[in-house]
């Protein structure tokens, strides 16, 4: 139950004052000045110096393999995700408990920690890699590589947005579904996958915004070649290296704004999704 | 408890089930998944890091002074990052359920914001405004003060990106529970310390505790936004992720799987207490409802 709608001069609830006081002194201190901090370094550039920096041909690349790998991989994550919260959910089987709690591991798991590893499994005498290299599947220090580890990373978002909203679907609809004469896979398709939809939403920008600013694994798997596996996370750090401020600065910001206009969209999306839906 | 519950649900639901061959084909891919995709990286890194006996593990970790170093700075400077994170957690959770005021679904809105930036354009943030080239470098340095290049860099870093657990937890739990019961407690002259520890803390124990914990996992394995204000300083502001890299750039397997193992450890911690606040807050629940019904 909401509370009621009191208005903070009427609430007679203590420390509005403290409270909003350390929240914005926070929020200023750690988020709003460095991020402003940000957008006045790139503000000193001009225009033409602006577009050197951020829209080379090295940055562009870059750009295009963060947004792509990191939707790739969400894709597959809404496609592995359901099924393992499909399988968790619907079935007794021996193993579920361990299975559902080690679905937890990428969360807790540093990410230096995960690209160690995927580093050294998918190479030529590694553990897959001894298997798939024959076969020309270049598990690490390829494009793949990324995209293997940011499934990693993003697949609890989606299991864990789905799997509470998969366990409280009603079966009443299944039954009047099947008692009408459809089979089980048109009821999954027609019946229980629309009304996961704004959770696979959800779980899709998770697992894409997981995606879009991992730096720390994906650093040791990439192999970090420029126009071949260099996400902006990388450049960005390259640039640093380099002493080259203003140019780090400005790629940022555009990796920040495609960012914030990806995860936007797919809520803006999300929410015209429901309105239709009602 | 847990479990019969669950069955029951399951049984009540009285769902037309799949075929047998279909349910062992889907359980099947998804053992799978799981296998390849978590539980092999998981085996390899022990079976990397205890290759040549616990002795030299051990060795790993205990003769390398930076190595050293940075253990002790993670498990120093991570918890300082939650606590902070946890004061302003119920700082802005207060405020921000408590009362309705002009600002706020900006603040909410705001507190996301650390999701969708990356971690390296965080660590990139603070080096603007307090590294040397900065807007306060060169003052807070005059000051005795430097941030970049030394741990409260790495503190800052750390805190920003774990900034949201806490409070993204507490929001809607305090939200849902409403503010009757300190509305109660004020009316009757409840002071603002027993309005928090005797009424709201312990509403809110177990959500605060699954934050702190979240946040902790985060605050040990944070690596892109403290890489970039670290400076790399072997034995002053390497942390553990960072001393990973450095090993296995060195080409120190060992070393590098030895560290990683610890780190593993402490995620594998996590996920043990995570599970363990699960079940007891399920087990009170049921508790609770079973006094209702009887």
């Not at chain 1, 704004?198 to 697992?207: E, I, K, Q, V, Y």
């Not at chain 2, 593990?57 to 050293?68: E, G, I, M, N």
């Not at chain 2, 450095?246 to 070393?255: D, H, I, S, T, V």
């Amino acid at each position: 139950m909401g509370s009621p709608k009191h208005r903070r001069r009427s609430s007679p609830l203590p420390g509005f004052a403290s409270g909003l006081t350390v929240t914005v002194a926070y929020l200023g201190i750690l988020l709003i000045i460095p991020l402003g901090a940000c957008l006045i370094k790139t503000a000193s550039l001009d225009w033409p110096q602006f577009v050197a920096a951020a829209w080379s041909a090295r940055a562009r690349s870059a750009y295009f393999l963060t947004f792509s790998t990191s939707a790739i991989a969400a894709v597959i994550d809404v496609i592995l995700g359901t099924l393992l919260a499909w399988v968790l959910v619907r079935y007794e089987f021996p193993g579920r408990r361990l299975m559902d709690a080690v679905i937890d591991l990428p969360f807790a798991l540093p990410t230096a920690v995960a690209g160690l590893v995927y580093s050294s499994l998918y190479v030529k005498n590694g553990w897959f890699g001894q298997f798939l290299i024959p076969l020309g599947i270049q598990g690490s220090y390829s494009r793949l590589a990324i995209v293997l580890v940011l499934v990693f990373l993003g697949l609890p978002f989606v299991v864990r947005t789905i799997q509470p909203l998969l366990g409280s679907l009603e079966g009443d609809i299944e039954e009047a579904a099947a008692s009408l004469g459809a089979n089980r896979w048109q009821t999954f398709w027609r019946v229980i996958l629309p009304s996961l939809r704004p959770a696979l939403a959800t779980g899709f920008a998770l697992a894409f915004a997981r995606g879009l600013g991992e730096y720390g694994s994906v650093v040791f798997v990439s192999g970090n070649m420029p126009f071949k596996t260099e996400i902006a996370p990388v450049l960005i750090v390259q640039k640093l290296d380099e002493y080259s401020y203003p140019e780090a600065t400005a790629i940022a910001v555009v990796l920040l704004a495609g960012s914030l206009l990806a995860l936007g969209l797919i809520s803006w999306l999300e929410a015209r999704n429901r309105r239709y839906a009602s | 408890m847990h479990l019969s519950a669950r069955q029951t649900r399951i049984a009540g639901r009285h769902v037309a089930n799949e075929p047998l061959w279909l349910r062992i084909l889907l359980i099947g891919i998804s053992g799978i998944v799981v296998t390849v995709l978590i539980i092999v990286p998981l085996v390899y890194v022990f079976v990397q890091a205890f290759g040549n006996g616990p002795a030299a593990w051990w060795a790993q970790l205990v003769k390398d002074r930076d190595t050293q170093h940075s253990i002790f700075l993670t498990v120093v400077l991570a918890p300082v990052a939650v606590l902070l994170n946890t004061i302003f957690g119920l700082a802005a959770a207060w405020t921000l359920t408590k009362f309705r005021f002009r600002g706020r679904v900006l603040l909410l809105t705001l507190l996301d914001l650390p999701f969708a930036v990356s971690p390296v354009v965080a660590g990139l943030c603070i080096l603007l405004v307090y590294g040397m080239q900065g807007f306060l470098g060169p003052t807070l340095r005059e000051w005795g003060m430097p941030v970049v290049f030394s741990w409260p860099g790495l503190l800052m870093a750390t805190t920003f990106v774990t900034m949201p657990f806490v409070a993204r937890e507490l929001i809607p739990l305090m939200e849902s529970l409403g503010s009757d019961e300190e509305l109660a407690a004020v009316s009757l002259g409840a002071s603002r310390w027993q309005l928090f520890w005797r009424i709201t803390l312990p509403n809110i124990k177990w959500g605060l505790l699954f934050g702190i914990i979240q946040c902790h996992a985060r605050a040990i394995g944070e690596f892109g936004a403290v890489k970039v204000v670290s400076g790399g300083i072997g034995g002053q502001t390497d942390t553990m992720p960072l001393r990973v890299e450095k090993l296995f750039q060195e080409y120190n397997n060992p070393g590098s799987y030895a560290v990683a193992s610890v780190l593993t450890l402490m995620a594998l911690a996590t996920l043990a207490a995570r599970i363990l606040l699960e079940r007891w807050t399920e087990y009170q629940l049921a508790a609770m409802s079973e006094e209702k019904e009887g």
